[in-house]
Each structure stands twice: as C-alpha cells, then as structure tokens.
C-alpha cells in the first residue's frame, strides 16, 4: 500500500530507482537504485537456474541429457550453458519491444494460473485428508514460531511476491497508470496469495499417509507437486506439472528481464551512472544496452551462485533493503510536498509507514547471518561508482546528502550486527535469543524510521517530481 501511493504518484520507467532521489539526495537514492536494480536483475538468474533445476527432473526416455544438468544441488558445467541459454531468451524476447514481451508473459500467464487451479483440483479428488494439518501446535508446528519466519526469508516464500516493482517499474508504459499501478499491484498480489497458500494446504492435505507417518524431514521430492501427482498415479497431471515448472519461471524472467532494464536505464537520469545505459533511441523504445549488461551480470552471478535456494535468500535480502527507502520517502512526502496530487492516499500512512519499515527490516533479518552481510557487501561495491561520478560534478550538496543518508547506513550496520548476534534459529551467535532479537529490531527501526524522515529535505530532484506529479490525473 505505501508502494500504491508513491507509485501513482509518479508513473515513470524505472520509478523504483528515483523515489530516493526526490527526499533524500543523489547519494541514499544511488544506494537504494543499486540495491532496487540487483534485486530485480538477480531474478534473471535464478528463474533460469529454477527452469535448468525442473529440467534435470525430467523423467522420461528422450530427456535423459537432463539428468546431468543437476551435480549435488549445483547447476554441471552443461546445466551452466542451459541456464545462459536462458538468460539470451530473456534478454532477446525484450530486445525488441515491451508489446512483445508482454504477449509472450500473457501466453505463459495462462499456463501459470491453469496449472496450479487444476493440479489442486485433481488432487483434492484423488485424496486429501485434513487431518495431515495436525491436531495441535506441535504437529502443526514441530520447529516452532521461528521456523515459519526462516522459512518466510530463505525459502523463497518473500521472493514469490517481488512482482509488484514490475508493475511501477513500467509506469510510463502502463495505460491510465492513476487506477491501473494501483490495480496491477493489488489485484496480483492477492491472486499470488490466494493460489500460492491455496496449494500448500492442498499440497500437506494430498500426502498419503505413507509419507505423513515419517515426518515432513522425511520428504524428499525433486519436484513436489509432479512427485505427489506420480504417489497417487495421476501421471498425465505429473507431465502436465513438469512441463509448467520449467514454462512458468520463462514467463517471470522474461518480465523481470524487462523491469531490471528499465531500472539500469533510468539511472543515468541520477547523473551517477554513464548516459549510454539509458539510450533508447530504437524504433520500439527498449533500453538494449541495460538488457545486454543485465546478461552480462547475470552470467556472472549464475557463476557465483550455482544453486536455487542460495540465490533466492540473496534475493529475499536484496529486495527488501532496497524496499526500505519506500515507507521513508513516503512518510517525508507528505510533510514535504502535502500538495502533490496523490491518486491512491493511504490512509493511517503516519501509523502504515513506521509498521512496514519494521516489518522490512524483520525480513532482513530473517534473510539469516551471514547472507544479510553479504548482500549489504554487494550493493556497497556500487559506491566507487557513486564517488567517481560526483567527484566530477564537484560533489554538489556533499553535507545535506551524507547527513540525509546517514541513517541508512547506521540502519544497515545495525542489523547486521544484531544478525551476528542475534538467534542461533537465524544463524547468529544466540547471544540475543528469539524472540527478545525481533523486540531488539522494532525498537532499533522504529529510532531509525523518526530519523529517517526527519533527514529528509529539499533535494534538486525534488522539482523533477513535481513536474511528473503535476501531469498525474486524478
């Protein structure tokens, strides 16, 4: 909801890499587009990595080459090259146009929301037995309450709901982007969630009672659904399922593909990054030169992170520090600019913006140590950019733009050393123990939020909003 806000408020390319920007200077804004356009450009590789993993699950004769795409949980040297295949799909279907793109994605939406719905009718009607749920909280729940927030952070489940940023990141393409920025964020982000927990209770509900008696730690399933479809001999649904679980994550990188192009392009607007990533001078408007660097640096992290669960916590960890500025420049919106037209306000924003930093900095946490490290290691390499850049326009408003970012930096430092020491349940050292380490965090962020706000002030992008907020329709 604070994204709706902000995201009707200024419908551009690549918005999500200059809302800092407008509150808080070039400096934090640089920080937050970098993390915004790693963690957009990091699901290039792993939704090839996720396709590439399907594949080598593949159980009939003709694929049997697939089987060594897979080596111990890592991707071979042949699951390499497929996964780059991939990743020259992405980049080419978006090399000629967004209208392409987009009738590429709404083929395979289809199969996205078909696929799921059947499959869990199927399997509602060859077995399902509530009683798989438990019968109380320590069947329920035999890990615990801290399981369910690692499980939140590094086992993808943040990762599945990221698309919304694809939505603002198109603005300028999207048709009365006032009413549908807001619909598209909304309306896809219920739709997940419905199907998404949808399958997972019918997902438990289906498992036989075979599997049940040994114990979730038991299950072993290379791809679930097609696995639990084969346990109760409807092998037609299993086929169905292994070719949608390679097709679906084409159609998500494919999109993102296009959304971390849009977010490298608009960049240079920032003036800290070279202008040539922003060309779009073709007949279909499409930013080639972001889409062949994103290959570049994709192939690079598919070499760095081989494997699918990996990637998706360096995902989760990325995605969410770059989503921290956005409750921030909203909070500061509407003491800086009241006036500007705002076709979706929140209400409660006062009380929405300081709850959803918290929450955002508890997902990093739960990303677990050291991953969270790591991540604030990947986006700090983009500061040497920063510096040269500015060094050469004279380090222009150098003490309100530091002091405007200071809090980000404190923030980032804080909770990695809180995720140092924090439970071992999250990979910390236990000297904090759960759950006095979350009451530790919304303490910490809620300082840090009042902080935040209050840096803000009247950068020399802030008329640059203006001017898109003025031609918003309301």
């Given at each position: ?122 399997l509602i009607m060859a077995h399902f037995d509530l009683n798989n749920l438990g019968h109380n909280m320590q069947q329920f729940m035999p890990n615990g309450t801290a399981s ?327």
């Amino acid at each position: 909801m604070v994204y709706v806000e902000i995201g009707t408020m200024f419908p551009e390319d690549g918005a999500m890499s200059r809302f800092t920007m407008y509150t808080h200077g070039s400096f934090l804004g640089h920080i937050a587009s970098w993390a915004n356009w790693l963690s957009l450009l990091a699901i290039l590789p792993i939704e090839a990595v996720a396709s590439t993993q399907y594949m080598s699950t593949w159980p009939w004769e003709w694929s049997k080459f697939t089987h060594g795409f897979m080596d111990n949980g890592e991707l071979s040297s042949s699951g390499m090259m497929m996964a780059i295949l991939l990743l020259f799909v992405f980049t080419f279907i978006n090399y000629w146009s967004v209208a392409i793109m987009a009738k590429f994605n709404n083929l395979i939406a289809v199969f996205k929301l078909v696929v799921p719905i059947l499959t869990m009718l199927v399997l509602i009607m060859a077995h399902f037995d509530l009683n798989n749920l438990g019968h109380n909280m320590q069947q329920f729940m035999p890990n615990g309450t801290a399981s369910i927030f690692v499980a939140i952070g590094s086992a993808g489940i943040i990762y599945s709901y990221v698309a919304f940023q694809t939505v603002i990141n198109l603005g300028n393409d999207i048709l009365k982007p006032e009413k549908n920025i807001r619909r598209g964020i909304i309306l896809s982000l219920l739709i997940s969630a419905v199907i998404y927990i949808s399958l997972q209770v019918v997902f438990v509900g289906s498992l036989p009672q075979s599997v049940m008696s040994k114990g979730f730690g038991s299950l072993n399933f290379n791809s679930p659904f097609a696995d639990l479809a084969i346990l109760l001999n409807i092998y037609w649904l299993s086929t169905l399922i292994y070719f949608t679980a390679f097709i679906s994550p084409l159609g998500s990188g494919i999109a993102f593909s296009a959304s971390a192009s849009k977010s490298l392009s608009s960049m240079p607007k920032n003036k800290h990054l070279p202008k040539i990533l922003g060309k779009t001078d073709n007949d279909f408007g499409s930013p080639r030169v972001a889409l062949l660097v994103n290959l570049v640096v994709s192939i690079i992290l598919i070499t760095l992170f081989k494997n699918w669960s990996l990637l998706s916590r360096v995902v989760a960890a990325s995605t969410l520090i770059s989503l921290l500025t956005g409750p921030v420049v909203a909070g500061s919106l509407r003491k800086m600019g009241p006036d500007f037209k705002r076709p979706s306000k929140i209400r409660g924003m006062n009380i929405l913006a300081p709850i959803v930093f918290d929450l955002i900095s508890l997902a990093i946490y739960w990303s677990m140590f050291p991953t969270t490290v790591e991540v604030i290691v990947i986006i700090v390499v983009g500061l040497p950019i920063y510096i040269f850049y500015d060094f050469k326009r004279g380090f222009k408003e150098f003490k309100p733009k530091m002091y405007a970012s200071l809090w980000f930096i404190v923030h980032l430092a804080g909770l990695s050393l809180i995720s140092w020491l924090g439970s071992s349940d999250f990979g910390g050292k236990n000297l904090v123990s759960y759950p006095f380490d979350f009451v530790l965090i919304l303490i910490f962020s809620t300082f840090i939020y009042y902080w935040a706000v209050h840096s803000s002030y009247r950068t020399k992008y802030f008329e640059d909003a203006r001017k898109i907020n003025n031609k918003v329709k309301m």
